[in-house]
């Protein structure tokens, strides 16, 4: 299994940017893919998911309004839109595999309990 993160850099305050996940080697339509966020000294913090098989998404309410999630099943690639950046964003974002039925606890639960894979972190910097 491989999810392979990209798209992270320095932006403005108030910019955007997308990340992508690209997933292969697992039966997407069984899971949900993720993106969790981590500042140094901090926990992981999931930032949304989408159900693979349909495209449902779940979207924490600290980035409520201004993130989206979307797929392209002909790339089994996620992708993290984030607009109106600010510098609390700034972040590695890791996306992540866990069980399609487990998408919308991924505030409530420890990514310890949900993620069965992880990509590698993409650096997010918001800065003037």
């Known amino acids: 299994v491989q999810l392979q993160a990209s798209g992270g850099g320095l932006v403005q305050p108030g910019g955007s940017l997308r990340l992508s996940c690209a997933a292969s080697g697992l039966a997407l339509d069984n899971y949900a893919i993720a993106w969790y966020r981590q500042v140094p000294g901090k926990e992981r913090e999931g930032v949304a998911s989408i159900r693979y098989s349909d495209g449902v998404t779940y979207i924490a309410n600290s980035v409520k309004g201004r993130f989206t999630m979307s797929r392209d099943n002909t790339k089994d690639t996620v992708y993290l839109q984030m607009n109106s950046l600010k510098p609390e964003d700034t972040a590695v974002y890791y996306c992540?595999?866990?069980?399609?039925?487990?998408?919308?606890?991924?505030?409530?639960?420890?990514?310890?309990?949900?993620?069965?894979?992880w990509g590698q972190g993409t650096q997010v910097t918001v800065s003037s």
């Open positions: 992540a595999t866990l069980w399609a039925q487990s998408m919308s606890t991924i505030n409530l639960y420890s990514p310890d309990e949900l993620v069965d894979y």
